[in-house]
C-alpha cells in the first residue's frame, strides 16, 4: 500500500461531473482507508506516475473516452498502456459509456483488471471491485509477512494467533477493509521490530 492506513486511488476522467461523483461514492463508502487524486487528462495521471516513483497509486479508474473535452489528449486505451509499461502491478479498472464487447476485449488484453460500463449500477461495481481487488491484495501481503514471520521469528507466532482472534469481519464494504489493513500495519510494525532488535545485537 502506499502509506500506512492510507489506500492510494487516481481517478481520470473529462467528465469532471462524473469524477467529482465517482470521487463521492468511493469517499462515503471507504471513509478514511482511502485517499484519492483526480485527474481531467490521462497524460497527467501518467505524469504523476512517472515523477512520483515513491508513491505509487494501488488503483487507477480510468475512463477509456478521454478525448470528448481535450480533443487532442491520450485515449484509455493508450494511457493504460503505459502505466502498465511504468508499473505492470498498478490495479487498473477501465471504465466506457458504451457497452461493446470489442472495448471490453482491448481493455482486459491490454491490462486492464475489469471493464465497467457507466450504466446506473456503475458506481456499485466499482465500490466492489474495488473492496474485492483490495482485499485480495491485502490478504497477499498478509500471507507473505506472516511467513517470513514464522520463518524468521517464530517467537512471534503467538502473537500473531491471538492478533487474529481480535479481527472482527464486517458485512460493511469499509469496515472490513479498514480491519486489514490495521491487521497488516500491525504485523508489519511488529517485523520491523524485531529487526531492529536483532540488528541492534548482532
Do not use: W
Not at 17 to 46: M, P, Y
Not at 123 to 143: A, C, D, P, T, Y
Amino acid at each position: 500500500m502506499e502509506t500506512k492506513n492510507k489506500i492510494l486511488v487516481f481517478l481520470v476522467d473529462d467528465n469532471e461531473v462524473f469524477l467529482k461523483t465517482l470521487a463521492l461514492s468511493l469517499n462515503e463508502n471507504f471513509k478514511s482507508e482511502i485517499r484519492i487524486e483526480s485527474f481531467v487528462t490521462g497524460e497527467d495521471c501518467v505524469i504523476k506516475i512517472q515523477q512520483n516513483p515513491d508513491i505509487v497509486p494501488d488503483m487507477v479508474i480510468l475512463d477509456y473516452h478521454l478525448n470528448t473535452e481535450y480533443k487532442n489528449a491520450m485515449n484509455g486505451i493508450d494511457v493504460l498502456k503505459k502505466i502498465k509499461e511504468i508499473n505492470s502491478k498498478i490495479i487498473v479498472v477501465m471504465l466506457s459509456s458504451e457497452d461493446k464487447l470489442k472495448i471490453a476485449t482491448e481493455s482486459i488484453a491490454s491490462g486492464a483488471y475489469e471493464y465497467v460500463v457507466k450504466s446506473e449500477t456503475a458506481l456499485i461495481r466499482i465500490q466492489n471491485i474495488f473492496k474485492n481487488s483490495m482485499e485480495k491484495e491485502l490478504s497477499s501481503k498478509i500471507l507473505k509477512i506472516t511467513m517470513e514471520i514464522m520463518e524468521k521469528y517464530p517467537e512471534l507466532y503467538k502473537n500473531i494467533e491471538e492478533m487474529q482472534e481480535t479481527i472482527p469481519y464486517e458485512k460493511d464494504l469499509g469496515i472490513t477493509l479498514k480491519n486489514l489493513i490495521e491487521y497488516y500495519d500491525s504485523l508489519e510494525a511488529m517485523l520491523n521490530k524485531s529487526k531492529s532488535e536483532q540488528n541492534q545485537y548482532a
